[in-house]
């Protein structure tokens, strides 16, 4: 689970990480109150406004605004909450900025770049750094890939120490005080909240000489969230593509792609492969949709729900491998399901499994527009075919 | 031969009492596997399925009165470490974990705990091994798997039993069928199943089935590659069509960088001389081809 930079600051707050202060709004009457209560609680006339959204590049798309005086505040907020902000990472459309967050600002020495995840290739936690922060770090892996320096923390022992020592001595950071426990909180911050990434960037020097985390993107392991009631209230629904939060309301697993073939499949990786042999057989997958193992009439009509709200869908191919789900079943269910939802749009259907052999016939013999298929092959075949 | 069980393996059911566990209790012995008995704590003295198979509180109680070669968990994912964690206390040979969901940082401990252990765990987050015509430990439709001398290690569920499929409708059968899990962090590696099946004497050629994200695949082409090439293996990897950055389904199944697309991994088996397909329709075609 995504959240945002504020709400991850509160998280790292609680494990005695110094960060940059400020209060996040989601009302513009409630601007002015705040840059004043920023201004006056942390002792800055120089304010930054800061865009909350689940997406990086919000400097470059606007969203990050440096203020110096209660004026150019105001602007600034005013202008930001509300906008439709575009970065790299927002895709095209953009995303419309429902929070900010007003900061104090800091008199900066230096940036750098800080990270823990899980290292899947070594199966450890590592601590990932660079002295080059507040910038795209992916541009300087491509860049200055020797700028990047990784630290693991298997399970032996003083390995934390280890690891700590060593990104401080890469950074040159020995000079700062506490600065290794520091380090040490944000691991423990990224342990005891069941982070699946915990990034800071820019971590910056101060000219006061103190180490302070300017930002912060933190995901947390969506399963781990029973264990944290408070994160999971995090949760912004508003962040969500508004299909595949319907989708997971259904139970079911959906990702819009920019196809046209609509894509209807039981298991996670079978509903992959089928995509792909969309593409193979020359046409565009509109989307990733599991609906689970046990495909039912109830999850194939809200299937077909959810892949007819994308307008760009001219055809549905549904690919079911029946193993102890029966597919004569899975056949009425979609008749059903087609009858009752008035399909306008080509939908060829595969079934494979036990009774396979009925439950083409029971298609096939059905007085709806259904088209029927034994292979994968046939079926995404026909699937491209019909709509070109 | 076959790896990992076979019709003499002595079962036992972790969670039988619920409904999942109970029906694929069932199922697996309609498929003739040598269930032997279940265990859900705060349950112990209960019977269990058709056959009336004893409920213990725990593996410690269950050991008591049966051999236990292998168990199969079937409990939410918020206790499945747990379960996991009581299995290898316990020193049962092969684990079968099938719940999805469980925490990483749950799973680390697990791993942890395993490299320590004489165990193997298969999943979390699989649906399990069958050996054809012998016995399966987890929830795959058995009739789709015939007994023959191709091994089969895949991260996906239903997309095993499509391969499962090709390969049977193509004259050829399964010695065993791993499914590995889509988790981050599984017990046992597409590469810890390659090397089982290139020791196996009755296996005689291997479909690897992958998914972006992770470096198993590529980890276990060059050690194929290193190896000689001792026996023909078929590759598929799906989600070419995946976009970056988004979890298709599986926990495990995100591309992070350059290294976990489909291509990139598609390109490694191919370097190292393993037969890969484009499409999951040419699996058992390919396999007429090499083997």
């Known amino acids: ?388 | 031969m076959s790896i990992l069980l076979n019709k003499n393996t002595n079962i036992l059911v972790q969670g039988i009492t619920g409904s999942e566990g109970l029906f694929h209790a069932e199922q697996m012995i309609e498929y003739s596997s040598k269930v032997v008995c279940g265990v859900t704590p705060g349950k112990g003295g209960q019977k269990a399925t058709s056959k009336q198979l004893p409920v213990f509180n725990s593996i410690h109680d269950a050991k008591k009165e049966f051999q236990i070669d292998a168990t199969v968990i079937f409990v939410p994912p918020r206790f499945a470490a747990k379960a996991i964690m009581e299995a290898i206390q316990e020193n049962i040979e092969l684990i079968v974990c099938i719940s999805e969901g469980i925490p990483i940082r749950d799973m680390i401990s697990v791993k942890e705990a395993l490299n320590a252990s004489n165990s193997r765990l298969i999943g979390p987050n699989c649906p399990g091994v069958i050996t054809p015509e012998e016995a399966k430990v987890g929830i795959m439709p058995g009739f789709v798997f015939k007994k023959g001398n191709v091994g089969i290690v895949s991260k996906s569920g239903t997309l095993t039993y499509e391969a499962a499929d090709q390969v049977v409708k193509s004259g050829f059968g399964i010695s065993t069928a791993i499914g590995i899990g889509g988790d981050p962090i599984v017990g046992t590696s597409t590469l810890d199943a390659i090397k089982l099946f290139m020791k196996d004497e009755e296996t005689k050629g291997i479909v690897m089935i992958g998914e972006i994200g992770g470096n198993y695949e590529a980890e276990a082409a060059k050690w194929i590659l290193k190896n000689g090439n001792k026996k023909p293996v078929v590759g598929f990897i799906a989600g070419q069509t995946a976009p970056p950055g988004k979890r298709m389904g599986h926990a495990g199944a995100i591309i992070g960088g350059k290294d976990d697309t489909a291509s990139a991994k598609m390109k490694i088996m191919e370097n190292c001389g393993l037969h890969v397909v484009q499409s999951p329709a040419k699996i058992g075609n390919k396999l007429k081809e090499v083997l």
């Not at chain 1, 009774?355 to 092959?377: F, G, M, W």
């Open chain 1, 1 to 388: 689970m995504k959240i945002h930079e504020y709400q991850a600051k509160e998280i790292l707050k609680k494990f005695n990480v110094p960060i940059q202060e400020g209060y996040a709004i989601d009302s513009s009457k409630d601007i002015d109150n705040t840059i004043k209560k920023v201004q006056a609680d942390f002792h800055t006339e120089s304010v930054i406004v800061k865009a909350q959204i689940h997406a990086g590049g919000r400097g470059k798309g606007g969203g990050v605004k440096y203020c110096p005086t209660f004026e150019d505040a105001q602007n600034a907020a005013n202008t930001i909450l509300g906008m439709n902000l575009i970065t790299h990472q927002t895709g095209p459309e953009g995303k419309m900025v429902n929070k900010i967050l007003i900061t104090e600002a800091l008199d900066i020495e230096k940036e750098y770049y800080f990270a823990i995840t899980f290292d899947r290739s070594k199966n450890s936690d590592v601590f990932i750094v660079s002295s080059e922060g507040g910038v795209d770090i992916e541009e300087v892996a491509e860049n200055n890939p020797e700028k990047i320096i990784k630290a693991w923390i298997d399970d032996s022992t003083n390995s934390l120490d280890n690891a700590v020592k060593e990104i401080i001595t890469s950074l040159s950071l020995e000079k700062f005080q506490n600065v290794e426990q520091m380090f040490k909180n944000l691991y423990k911050c990224y342990l005891e909240s069941d982070c699946s990434l915990l990034e800071v960037n820019p971590l910056v020097s101060t000219t006061d000489q103190e180490i302070i985390a300017l930002d912060a993107k933190v995901d947390i392991d969506s399963n781990a969230l029973f264990r944290h009631p408070e994160i999971a209230t995090y949760h912004d629904k508003s962040e969500e593509d508004p299909l595949e939060l319907k989708a997971t309301e259904y139970g079911l697993n959906y990702i819009k792609l920019d196809g046209n073939v609509g894509c209807m499949v039981n298991g996670a990786g079978l509903a992959m492969a089928t995509m792909d042999i969309v593409k193979y057989c020359g046409g565009e997958p509109a989307n990733f949709l599991d609906v689970g193992g046990a495909a039912n009439v109830e999850t194939i009509k809200n299937g077909f729900k959810i892949i007819l709200s994308d307008k760009n869908v001219k055809s549905i191919l549904i690919n079911i491998f029946g193993g102890i789900v029966r597919c004569d079943r899975v056949a009425n269910g979609v008749i059903e399901a087609v009858k009752e939802l008035e399909l306008d749009v080509v939908v060829v259907v595969r079934l494979q499994g036990t009774n396979a052999k009925l439950a083409k016939k029971i298609l096939d013999e059905s007085d709806i527009k259904l088209i029927s298929a034994e292979t994968i092959d046939e079926a995404a075949k026909k699937a491209v075919e019909m709509i070109k």
